[in-house]
């Protein structure tokens, strides 16, 4: 049975709440605890649901401020922007986590396989529109927090035009996936969410086909 419009926007503030306090797999397991217990209860469960994660989650932070987040961002959604709907991106982890300790043949570092991502929204949108994405997500480059090398190397990469730009720089995964997020707004700002969504899949579906090996990184950050 498909979620409602309601039910996926929960899950959209839940979410983007409790990743201002924990990332990964920590954030994956906080988030599978609210759906599976506590989607369908009041408001004044969050206080027990907090506690439950202050057990799961060894770097949760003040469970004041916490609670304090969902209830803010539940009480004003736009006061921030939402991160995409989770669950798809959980069901995939949930799906790989048995092979999640095994070894990974020919690992590649962060930065490259964000810049395989880059390349294949490149690759898959026509130029016209890609002109387009581009000058918009530069315009919120500007105010985004982040490091300065990194925010230089987007800049330059989003700046220019040939196949052989590179993408090479020190990154970790909280702030790539604050950038992948923003492309998403742009994406749906400028296109509609469906299309931007499509646009994703079709990303992927070209990573599958000539980096299959960083498939599984990416798909962590959609």
Request: hydrophobic share 40%; net charge neutral.
């Amino acid at each position: 049975m498909s979620a409602t419009p309601v039910q996926i926007q929960k899950r959209r503030i839940v979410y983007t709440a409790l990743s201002d306090f924990l990332q990964g797999e920590e954030l994956a397991k906080a988030f599978q605890l609210w759906e599976q217990q506590y989607a369908d209860k009041p408001v004044f469960a969050l206080n027990e649901y907090v506690g439950k994660l202050s057990m799961l989650a060894s770097n949760l932070g003040p469970r004041k401020e916490v609670i304090r987040a969902l209830l803010n961002l539940s009480q004003d959604p736009s006061s921030q922007t939402l991160l995409p709907d989770p669950a798809p991106s959980i069901g995939v982890m949930k799906d790989l986590s048995v092979r999640e300790s095994a070894p990974r043949e020919y690992p590649e570092r962060l930065d490259k396989v964000f810049e395989h991502f880059l390349v294949a929204l490149e690759t898959v949108m026509p130029s016209n529109i890609f002109l387009q994405f581009r000058l918009n997500f530069l315009v919120r480059l500007a105010d985004m927090p982040l490091n300065p090398a990194l925010k230089t190397r987007l800049r330059s990469w989003f700046d220019s035009d040939g196949a052989s730009k590179s993408f090479s720089v020190v990154c970790a995964s909280p702030e790539i996936r604050r950038v992948v997020n923003q492309l998403y707004v742009v994406m749906c700002e400028l296109f509609g969410p469906v299309q931007a969504d499509d646009m994703l899949e079709r990303s992927v579906e070209w990573l599958e086909r000539y980096h299959p090996n960083c498939v599984r990184d990416i798909r962590r950050f959609l």
